[in-house]
Each structure stands twice: as structure tokens, then as C-alpha cells.
């Protein structure tokens, strides 16, 4: 399904952390429907690191800007752009990495799909809802 260019998804994490996976998630997923290799570094680090941690959030971000480096293409999701991705943005910036708007709506179309798969999934696995 994916094998075109690498894009560099950065969207929301803090906050809302939960539903902001889920976003990240779509993101991701709508990248691949358009044929390209999506990278939520959002997605990877905070599986090792601890977010609450200032120097482990700093690292996680520094080996973001690596994968950003990487990267064809810096897809900014949502209408909110956070501290994190404003970092994200002036590194793209620096490198002459093209940059994508990418709106909260087209997303969010992705999470209902997501979520309907989920679903659906969950019932064959014999899983009542």
C-alpha cells in the first residue's frame, strides 16, 4: 500500500494524549492511502521515553528531528500546532523540507475508518461489544 515518499507526520501529543494517538494514527494512515511512508516519531518515542520527563522529552524530540532530516516531506496535521511541531517546522524550514498543511478534517475521516475496523475486527475475533 505505502512505498512512495517518506513523510514526516507531526501533529498534537501532550494534552489530550489518548485521542491524540488516534489522530496520529489517522495521519499516518491517510499518508499511506496517498501512497506514502509515513513517520510519527510522536508514535515511536514515547513508547521508550517518558514525556513528563523534560530531558527524556528533549531526547525524543532531538531523534525526531533525525527521522525529520530524512524525511521528503513535513505533513503539519490538525488546526493546533504545538510546540513540538513549531520545532518540527523551523527544522523543515532550515533543511528546505517541503511542508504540507494537512486539515483536522481530513483526518478525522481516517479515525472513523480506524475505528470502524477496529470494531469490526473485534467481532470476528469473537469479542462482544
Not at 509515513?38 to 521515553?49: K, N, R, T, W
Not at 528546505?96 to 483526518?107: A, D
Amino acid at each position: 500500500m505505502a512505498e512512495g515518499k517518506i513523510v514526516y507526520i507531526a501533529s498534537p501529543y501532550a494534552g489530550d494524549v489518548e485521542g491524540n494517538v488516534e489522530f496520529a494514527k489517522a495521519a499516518c494512515r491517510l499518508a499511506m492511502e496517498e501512497g506514502n511512508t509515513p513517520v510519527a516519531a510522536h508514535l515511536l518515542y514515547p513508547q521508550m521515553l517518558d514525556d513528563t520527563v523534560p530531558e527524556q522529552r528533549a531526547l525524543g524530540i532531538r531523534m525526531g528531528l533525525k527521522l525529520l532530516e530524512a524525511s521528503s516531506e513535513l505533513w503539519l496535521c490538525g488546526s493546533r500546532i504545538s510546540d513540538g511541531m513549531q520545532e518540527e517546522l523551523k527544522a523543515a524550514w532550515k533543511h528546505g523540507i517541503p511542508v504540507r498543511r494537512i486539515p483536522g478534517e481530513m483526518v478525522e475521516k481516517f479515525m472513523e475508518q480506524d475505528m470502524g475496523q477496529r470494531v469490526q475486527t473485534m467481532g470476528y475475533a469473537g469479542v462482544s461489544l
